[in-house]
C-alpha cells in the first residue's frame, strides 16, 4: 500500500457527462502528480499541484482541470468527456520541498473510467 | 523524438534468469532516476530510486546511471515468475518544480 488513496476505482458515464475523480496523498506529502494511461500507452503527466498551487502543466486538455485543496487533496474534473478519454488516471504525491530534495512519487491504485 | 525511449518488449525470460532492462534519454538535465513496476494496469510501485550517476543494489534489484551516455539500467537477478510486469523507467531534473517524465514501460514475461 503505497499511502495515496484514489476514489473511485471504476467510473462508467456517458460521453458528454463530467466526472471528479478524488485522490488523498500520503500523509505529510505537498506534492501531487495527475497522470493519464491509455490503452497500451505510457503514463502521461497531466498537471502537478504543490500545497494548493498549481506547478507544472503537462498535455492536459482544456476539458480538464484540477484543484488541491487546503487539506492537500486533490480533485481532477473531466468535463464534456469523450470515447477517447477511457484510461486509467492514476495520482501520484511527493514529499518535494521548495529549494530542497526532489524525493520519489508514490501511487495510488488508479481510477478506471470507461466513456460510453 | 520522446525525452524517453523504452524497448516495449515483451521480453521472455525463463525463470532464474538475469533480466536487464534500459532507457535513453535526451533531456541532459535530468538529475533523478526511478524504475517502477506495474502488474496488469495497478498502480505503478516504486522499486529503484537514484541520484545522479552510479549504482544502487536492493535484494534482486540494481540500478545503473551513466549520465554521460543518457542511458539507465535495471538488472533483476534470479527472476521469478512474480517479476512478471511491465517495468517503467522515470525521470525528473532537479530545479524547480518537474514533471516526471516516464518511458513507455518494457512487458517482461518469466516462464516458470
Known amino acids: 500500500d503505497s499511502g495515496v488513496t484514489q476514489t473511485p476505482k471504476h467510473l462508467i458515464t456517458a460521453t458528454g457527462q463530467r466526472v471528479t475523480l478524488r485522490c488523498s496523498p500520503r500523509?505529510?506529502?505537498?506534492?501531487v502528480y495527475w497522470y493519464q494511461q491509455s490503452l497500451d500507452q505510457g503514463l502521461q503527466f497531466l498537471i502537478q499541484y504543490y500545497n494548493g498551487e498549481e506547478r507544472a502543466k503537462g498535455n492536459i486538455l482544456e476539458r480538464f482541470s484540477a484543484q488541491q485543496f487546503p487539506d492537500l487533496h486533490s480533485e481532477l474534473n473531466l468535463s464534456s468527456l469523450e470515447l477517447g478519454d477511457s484510461a486509467l488516471y492514476f495520482c501520484?504525491?511527493?514529499?518535494?520541498?521548495?529549494?530542497?530534495?526532489?524525493?520519489?512519487?508514490?501511487f495510488g491504485q488508479g481510477t478506471r473510467l470507461t466513456v460510453v | 523524438q520522446k525525452e524517453v525511449e523504452q524497448d516495449p518488449g515483451p521480453l521472455s525470460v525463463p525463470e532464474g534468469a538475469i533480466v536487464s532492462l534500459n532507457c535513453t534519454y535526451s533531456n541532459s538535465a535530468f538529475q533523478y532516476f526511478m524504475w517502477y513496476r506495474q502488474y496488469s494496469r495497478k498502480g505503478p510501485e516504486l522499486l529503484m530510486y537514484?541520484?545522479?550517476?552510479g549504482n544502487k543494489e536492493d535484494g534482486r534489484f540494481t540500478a545503473q546511471v551513466d549520465k554521460s551516455s543518457k542511458y539507465i539500467s535495471l538488472f533483476i537477478r534470479d527472476s521469478q515468475p512474480s517479476d512478471s510486469a511491465t517495468y517503467l523507467c522515470?525521470?525528473?531534473?532537479?530545479?524547480?518544480?518537474?514533471?516526471?517524465?516516464f518511458g513507455t514501460g518494457t512487458r517482461l514475461l518469466v516462464s516458470p
Open positions: 500523509s505529510g506529502d505537498l506534492s
Open positions: 522515470a525521470m525528473k531534473g532537479d530545479t524547480g518544480f518537474q514533471k516526471l517524465v
Open positions: 501520484a504525491s511527493s514529499a518535494y520541498v521548495v529549494g530542497g530534495l526532489n524525493t520519489e512519487a508514490f
Open positions: 537514484t541520484y545522479s550517476s
